[in-house]
Structures are given as C-alpha cells and as structure tokens.
C-alpha cells in the first residue's frame, strides 16, 4: 500500500502555512518590549558530584538551560546576551523558522559579539519536542561548541491534546571534559572523563519520584557533542511514542534506547514495578563516569538497582509503517566519505567528494518534494540534521519505509538511507552531521531556495 | 624521512660504549605502545620470527660456542594472550616456543607482564605506562633462565607521525648475568601513516649491558628493523619487518611477524563514533 499524498505533505503543508505568513508572524518585536525569553551566555562552574566541578559555558548559569515551553503558533521573543569573550550564537533545533533567525551563520543568521545582544523573534512550530544549542564550530578546541553546557529544551506545546500520562520529565545527557583518543576508527575521537543526566552525575542530584501505576512521559534529549548513548530503566519497559519531537507512526515496546546526538526521544513508562531503580546508560563504564538517574517509588527506599537489559539493536523501522512513500520530485544522491589526516587527527569529510564550505550548494524549488538518497561509504555513523525542515524517513539499507518524521537520522556505517522532505520553508538551509568532531572538519553543506 | 632515519641511527649509535651485553632475545620482537588492551577485551598474538642469518653451531657440536641452541634457521613462534584488566592495566601471557631443522620444535619458556598506564583522565600530553615481565626460559636457549624486565613506555601520535621509545631495565635472577646487575635494553620506533591502512616506520632494539658498565660496541647487540604496519580493522594487528643487526653480538639478519586479533566480549564500543552495533 502507498502513503496518501496528503497524510505526506501535513508536515509541509503546516510549513507552507508559516512561510506564507512569515512577514507578519516573523516581524522583529521593538526592541524596547520585554522579549517573552532572556538568555545569557556565560561561564559556569558546574558541579556535577561532590568535589568533581566543570568549568563550562551555559545558558543563564545552569544546565540545561531553562525550559521553554511555548504554545505552537504563539509568537515568540528571545533575547541572548553573550557574555563570553569568543562570538556565539543560538541554534533553535527543529523549528520552522526563517535562515536568518535559525542560528547558523552558514544560513546568514548573525554572531552574536562577546558582550553584544540579539533578539531573535519567530512563531515556534512546529509542535513537539524541540531544543536549543550552541551553534559555533570547536575543532581542535574540546571545551567550546557543543562540547559545554549551551543547550536546553524547547518544548512547543501542541493545540490539541497532548497525550494521556500522569507526570512528563526532561532528562538532557550529555558528555563532560572531552579529549582526544584514538578510536576504533583508526582516527582521533572525543572521550570523555564524566557524564550526566541533566547537570548530576548518577547519584547525587534528586531521584524521579514516581508512584506505582503511573504513567510517566520522559523527554530525553542526547545533547552530547559527539557520543551516542544506549539508555534502560532498570526493571521496566519504554514505549516509544516520539522520536525527535513528532509522534512515531508505529508505538513500540523496547527495553533500551538509543540516541544519537541532537536526536530526541518521548518515552512512555508504566511504573508497575516498585522499588528504586536506575535509569541510565547500559554501558557500565558510561554509567559508572555518571550517566544515570535514580528513579525512586513512593514509599520505597534502599540503595538503586541495575539490571542490564537484553542486548538490543537499534531498529528505526520497527517505529515506522513498512509501506514505501510517496515517490519524490526529485532525488539528489549525497555520498559521506572520510579522509584521512593520520592516526593522531581527526578524519576530515567529504560529502559528494568535497569538504565544507567548498561543498556544493544545492538547489530546491519551492513547493518540491525531494529525497536524499544518501550513502555512507565511511566507517562512522553520521546524525545528520536538516535544519528549518522535517522530514520523512523514507528508506534504510534498502528497506522501504514511511511516515517517520524526524529532523536527526543516523547513516549508519556503510549503509544506506533516504529521506524525504518538502521545500516550503525558503531560505538557506544546512545539512550537517550533529557530530560537532565530524561538521567542524568538513561535514556540511547547504540547499538554497532557487 | 631519510634524514630521521639516519639521525636516529647515530644517535643510537653513538651510545656505543663499553662492556658486554646480554643474550639476544628473538621471541617476542615489538616495541611497545603505552596503550592496554581495554577492559574485556582480548588480545591474542602470535610473534613469528625467522633469523636468515644467526648463530651457529660449534664444530662438533648441536650448539653454540656458549652452550645454546643455534639461532640460524630458527623459526620462534610466540603465543601472547593478553586480557585487559581496567581502563588502565592489563595482564599478557607469553609461550615461547622455537623450531630448527634437526632440532624440532621445542618449548623454551613463559613470561607473565602486568603492566600499566597513566589513564586518559590525568590528560598528560605523551601516552605513558609501565610493564613488568617476569618469567622463565630453558638454558638451551638463554643463559639466564629467571629474568624480570621493568619497561617504562612512552609514546605520542602526531598527525601521521608516532614515536615510541621503552628504555627497558632487565635482571637476570638466575644465570650467569646474576652478579652483572641491571642491564639495559633500550627500544625505539618512529612510523608514519602513508594512509588509513598502512604505516611504515623503523624500529631499533638493543641490549647495552649492565648499566653499571656498558659493553664494548662489538659486545653490545643492536638492530634495525625497517616495518610495515597493517591497519586494516581495530580487531586486527598486522606487523612486519625485517632486522638488520648492526654489531658482531647481534643476528644479523632477522624477518619478524606479528599477528593479532582483538576479541571485544563487550556488546557496544564507548565513547566513540563508532557504530554501537
């Protein structure tokens, strides 16, 4: 059975909409009205556990940055202060937004100067799970970029109802105190010494409290610079209901989860098991460097328990309709490549043969239906993101699928994906692999509106 | 290149000194990275060495002058097993073992080697551990038959350059080396990557004698060896390399192997970009 062409294009029809409003729902707010969100960019000591501190930069002194939460449609001002010494500048990922207030100055959205201010203006949609990141280049440098504290959830609330649970959590993983070391890839690669679920180490920030029969919703977001993480709640079962923010086709049961960089997940939990658990990292060296939180039942007490669960492989499809989609416009074919620089560097990257910003920039008609046949000879996975779009995951090493929406997919290691999406938000836009060691040294390039 | 190559070839050899050295060992020809084998993971190796050009037999007689084995046409096989430990210690295993046409193949001896690092935590700017061997070998084969042997490591990766260096102390427990003392057995390798798979590089081992009287140069035991590294999987350890030796003590003319296979009993890779399954 083939996709409806219109159960397709909801997703580009509700960007349509936007763009055509664009000038009245985008219009920069005066200056002189208090924006609805005030940011500022400055440097923090974080302390993760007793006498382990980070010293990073995050968003209003605290990680993650504070929850947005914001109806969809609802125009929406956000000022940034920067009030570090290096120039920086906001990402909102996910959204439906005009290249110049994305926050990528690839797309033409502006730096911010140490100590200068900026006030981004736009409607947010569309509704779902969404976050904010820094949105600046590292490269050698492990301590800026997304290897610090910059980012926090954006939460767009939908206008219907949003689902039936008792209790809905943010958990933001993220990785601290980066190095270089060399990978199985036979090239250098970040390690990391800690890790934590929102800003503790597993152990000492405040358990989840739960009671039996609920059902909880957890909006986890990988907000690592470069690791992907395998997450478990020790003793129950997820129910997959989101992924990246949009409502999966396809609910499925699992007992670990993984994600990519940038790549969200909405997780439904019955809590029908009492006592306290960890939820955290199936790896024990990653739990152990701290990635994990304790979950504790009314009314139980005693020390958090692990249970490893079945190893698990990652399956995409199982949350997708097995039925191919619509067929594209247009295909455009993109090839990942890796080039060597040595083993005591990094690999450099090459998308159809050229690294960014030599890559070419390709272009799209508005109104289109495209799809990214996409290859990866290399022997990494990439989490590539398409900024200011969503899109559908249409096929994965051969297979056909429909109906996943996602704005991050992970292109296996020598493997095969495709995705689809509609132009109808003009603009530059960027396409980038969320691994910041992977975009910093040639893994991106842009599509412009023709 | 070249012109490293020659500069570390007299700066090795200026060194040249004194008294005697101590008995050559062919088994296990490698100098060490400061990496360990990561934690349940198993390195298995095999050391395959084949000396072109060795000592040979007194007239008369099955063995050397000094009472050994003859090391020409000897073909050494050694079996290393080493399991990771920690993040920062492993443990490696050795079966010497030795075949020669009229001699069959023989077992010459084991040797255990925990040995450590300076974790990835500490963040020091050159990879650094230290190994301690302990173990026996048959007196046909080598003088000293109890030894220990402490290898400070160091290492560091530049782009496409690595540099190595172990300047090993031995001991003899057991032997006629006994009341020599500490000797010292210095180690070197510098490679480059040509690309993602193979590296070509030199590597330098020698045996100085006791520290506390380096031997005459002619006594002392140094060799090049010219290498190619395989890199063709993270599982696998390819190695290859033919050695010179450059004094009257030393082999002159040895061609050396090394094989090995990493068994990962881990279900997923940490902290890496590589795939998680």
């Known amino acids: 059975m083939r996709?409806?062409?219109?159960?397709?294009?909801?997703?580009?029809?509700?960007?349509?909409?936007?763009?055509?409003?664009?000038?009245?729902?985008?219009?920069?707010?005066?200056?002189?009205?208090?924006?609805?969100?005030?940011?500022?960019?400055?440097?923090?000591?974080?302390?993760?556990?007793?006498?382990?501190?980070?010293?990073?930069?995050?968003?209003?002194?605290?990680?993650?940055?504070?929850?947005?939460?914001?109806?969809e449609g609802k125009p929406i001002t956000i000022d940034v202060l920067n009030r570090t010494d290096v120039p920086e500048i906001v990402h909102w990922h996910g959204l439906w937004i005009p290249s110049e207030q994305d926050g990528a100055m690839e797309e033409g959205s502006p730096m911010i100067a140490p100590g200068a201010e900026r006030r981004y203006s736009f409607t947010p949609r569309p509704a779902g799970f969404r976050w904010y990141h820094t949105h600046t280049s590292a490269g050698h440098d492990l301590?800026?970029?997304?290897?610090?504290?910059?980012?926090?959830?954006?939460?767009?609330?939908?206008?219907?109802?949003?689902?039936?649970?008792?209790?809905?959590?943010?958990?933001?993983?993220?990785?601290?105190?980066?190095?270089?070391?060399?990978?199985?890839?036979?090239?250098?690669?970040?390690f990391y010494d800690y890790a934590t679920i929102n800003d503790r180490?597993?152990?000492?920030?405040?358990?989840?409290?739960?009671?039996?029969?609920?059902?909880?919703?957890?909006?986890?977001?990988?907000?690592?610079?470069?690791?992907?993480?395998?997450?478990?709640?020790?003793?129950?079962?997820?129910?997959?209901?989101?992924?990246?923010?949009?409502?999966?086709?396809?609910?499925?049961?699992?007992?670990?989860?993984?994600?990519?960089?940038?790549?969200?997940?909405?997780?439904?939990?019955?809590?029908?098991r009492p006592g306290v658990w960890i939820l955290g990292e199936t790896r024990l060296e990653i739990r152990k460097s701290g990635m994990g939180i304790v979950v504790e039942y009314a009314n139980q007490s005693g020390e958090p328990k692990w249970i490893d669960p079945p190893e698990t492989l990652w399956d995409y499809t199982l949350f997708a309709k097995q039925e191919p989609a619509l067929e594209p416009d247009e295909r455009i074919p993109l090839v990942f490549e890796s080039k060597f620089h040595g083993h005591g560097d990094v690999d450099y990257w090459k998308i159809n043969g050229k690294s960014y910003p030599k890559t070419d920039t390709i272009p799209l008609r508005e109104g289109k239906h495209?799809?990214?046949?996409?290859?990866?000879?290399?022997?990494?996975?990439?989490?590539?993101?398409?900024?200011?779009?969503?899109?559908?995951?249409?096929?994965?090493?051969?297979?056909?699928?429909?109906?996943?929406?996602?704005?991050?997919?992970?292109?296996?290691?020598?493997?095969?994906?495709?995705?689809?999406?509609?132009?109808?938000?003009?603009?530059?836009?960027?396409?980038?692999?969320?691994?910041?060691?992977?975009?910093?040294?040639?893994?991106?390039?842009?599509?412009?509106?023709? | 290149m070249t012109r490293y190559c020659a500069l570390f070839i007299l700066i090795v050899l200026a060194f040249g000194g004194l008294r005697l050295a101590k008995a050559q060992d062919n088994y296990e020809i490698q100098v060490y990275g400061s990496d360990t084998v990561a934690p349940n993971t198993t390195m298995l190796e095999l050391h395959s060495n084949f000396t072109v050009e060795g000592s040979v037999p007194a007239p008369g007689s099955r063995f050397t002058a000094e009472g050994l084995y003859p090391t020409n046409h000897a073909e050494h096989e050694t079996v290393e097993i080493t399991q990771g430990i920690n993040n920062w210690s492993e443990v490696g295993f050795y079966i010497f073992t030795s075949a020669r046409s009229g001699d069959g193949w023989q077992w010459v001896g084991d040797h255990i080697r925990p040995r450590v690092r300076a974790p990835?935590?500490?963040?020091?700017?050159?990879?650094?551990?230290?190994?301690?061997?302990?173990?026996?070998?048959?007196?046909?084969?080598?003088?000293d038959t109890w030894t220990m042997e402490l290898r400070p490591i160091i290492d560091k990766q530049i782009n496409r350059?690595?540099?190595?260096?172990?300047p090993a102390l031995e001991r003899s427990f057991h032997g006629p080396s006994v009341n020599e003392g500490i000797g010292f057995s210095p180690s070197a390798k510098f490679s480059y990557d040509f690309n993602k798979y193979i590296s070509g590089g030199l590597e330098y081992y020698a045996a100085y004698g006791s520290i506390a009287g380096i031997a005459?140069?002619?006594?002392?035991?140094?060799?090049?060896?010219?290498?190619?590294?395989?890199?063709?999987?993270?599982?696998?350890?390819?190695?290859?390399?033919?050695?010179?030796?450059?004094?009257?003590?030393?082999?002159?003319?040895?061609?050396?192997?090394?094989?090995?296979?990493?068994?990962?009993?881990?279900?997923?890779?940490?902290?890496?970009?590589?795939?998680?399954?």
């Open chain 1, 143 to 190: 301590k800026r970029a997304t290897y610090t504290g910059q980012f926090g959830c954006f939460y767009i609330e939908p206008k219907q109802s949003p689902g039936a649970y008792d209790q809905e959590i943010f958990l933001t993983l993220h990785d601290w105190n980066a190095y270089m070391g060399g990978s199985g890839d036979a090239s250098m690669d970040a």
């Open chain 2, 216 to 277: 005459a140069l002619h006594d002392q035991e140094q060799q090049f060896f010219p290498t190619i590294d395989l890199n063709v999987s993270p599982n696998w350890e390819i190695n290859f390399g033919v050695g010179v030796g450059a004094t009257a003590s030393t082999d002159h003319l040895i061609v050396k192997g090394i094989l090995g296979r990493r068994f990962d009993w881990t279900h997923h890779r940490a902290g890496s970009s590589d795939s998680t399954q």
């Open chain 2, 120 to 143: 990835d935590s500490w963040h020091w700017p050159v990879g650094v551990s230290l190994s301690m061997e302990f173990g026996y070998q048959r007196a046909l084969f080598s003088p």
């Open chain 1, 3 to 71: 996709t409806d062409r219109r159960d397709f294009l909801i997703t580009a029809s509700l960007a349509m909409l936007a763009t055509a409003a664009k000038t009245k729902l985008w219009a920069q707010t005066p200056a002189d009205v208090r924006a609805d969100v005030r940011l500022e960019i400055s440097p923090l000591k974080l302390e993760i556990a007793p006498k382990k501190e980070i010293h990073t930069v995050a968003y209003n002194g605290r990680v993650p940055g504070p929850l947005i939460r914001w109806p």
């Open chain 1, 370 to 450: 495209y799809r990214l046949v996409m290859r990866n000879k290399s022997s990494d996975d990439h989490p590539v993101h398409l900024h200011r779009h969503t899109f559908e995951v249409t096929s994965l090493d051969g297979k056909p699928i429909s109906k996943l929406r996602k704005d991050v997919i992970v292109v296996k290691a020598n493997s095969y994906a495709e995705i689809d999406f509609v132009a109808a938000n003009p603009g530059l836009t960027l396409f980038h692999c969320h691994q910041q060691t992977h975009m910093d040294f040639g893994f991106m390039m842009l599509f412009r509106y023709a």
């Open chain 1, 201 to 272: 180490m597993l152990g000492y920030g405040d358990p989840i409290k739960v009671r039996e029969g609920q059902k909880v919703l957890l909006h986890v977001l990988n907000a690592s610079a470069t690791a992907t993480h395998w997450l478990a709640l020790a003793g129950h079962e997820f129910t997959v209901a989101a992924m990246d923010g949009n409502e999966v086709p396809q609910q499925a049961k699992v007992q670990a989860v993984r994600l990519a960089p940038a790549e969200r997940i909405g997780l439904l939990v019955e809590m029908n």
């Open chain 2, 161 to 166: 350059w690595y540099f190595a260096v172990n």
